[in-house]
């Protein structure tokens, strides 16, 4: 799978992507994207989303969140799930992306390497030291790290 973590500040991710029929493994370019306020999604503030799931479905998904006005139906995506972190400073998280749901705390992580990530994130670490604390440990987490702040 992979590991996302986030605080009010940033977000990381790690950057292996592992097919799930025979587990090769590849790094990819990120699974962490930022993207501008929009009616459809998130009206208030530009935000950031960190995503675990198939490389396909994190594309689609991040196509839509980027340019909604070209779909003329919703992406259909299966297993997918985000961590959103807001301008404004507000966590969210998904199993379906068009339903939010707020995240309470500080912090928080999703994924396979999630909980460790948030053992990092309770004692004070940043998402990025959360996410090479779960490279350690997961080994569906790897290939390094990608940070975005606002």
């Given at each position: 799978?992979?590991?996302?973590?986030?605080?009010?500040?940033?977000?990381?991710?790690?950057?292996?992507?592992?097919?799930?029929?025979?587990?090769?493994?590849?790094?990819?370019?990120?699974?962490?994207?930022?993207?501008?306020?929009?009616?459809?999604?998130?009206?208030?503030?530009?935000?950031?989303?960190?995503?675990?799931?198939?490389?396909?479905?994190?594309?689609?998904?991040?196509?839509?969140?980027?340019?909604?006005?070209?779909?003329?139906?919703?992406?259909?995506?299966?297993?997918?799930?985000?961590?959103?972190?807001?301008?404004?400073?507000?966590?969210?998280?998904?199993?379906?992306?068009?339903?939010?749901?707020?995240?309470?705390?500080?912090?928080?992580?999703?994924g396979?390497?999630?909980?460790?990530?948030?053992?990092?994130?309770?004692?004070?670490g940043?998402?990025?030291?959360?996410?090479?604390?779960?490279?350690?440990?997961?080994?569906?987490?790897?290939?390094?790290v990608?940070?975005?702040?606002?």
């Amino acid at each position: 799978m992979t590991t996302i973590a986030c605080n009010k500040e940033s977000m990381a991710g790690d950057l292996q992507f592992t097919n799930s029929k025979d587990f090769s493994k590849w790094k990819g370019k990120t699974k962490v994207f930022k993207f501008k306020a929009h009616e459809l999604h998130y009206p208030h503030a530009d935000f950031i989303v960190g995503f675990a799931g198939t490389a396909a479905d994190i594309i689609e998904v991040a196509d839509y969140f980027d340019l909604p006005e070209r779909w003329d139906k919703l992406p259909r995506v299966r297993g997918l799930m985000g961590l959103v972190l807001t301008a404004d400073k507000k966590i969210f998280c998904f199993d379906d992306y068009t339903k939010w749901l707020k995240v309470e705390g500080d912090y928080h992580a999703i994924g396979s390497g999630g909980p460790i990530a948030l053992g990092v994130l309770a004692n004070n670490g940043s998402p990025k030291e959360a996410i090479r604390a779960a490279m350690k440990h997961d080994s569906f987490t790897g290939f390094g790290v990608k940070e975005l702040k606002f």
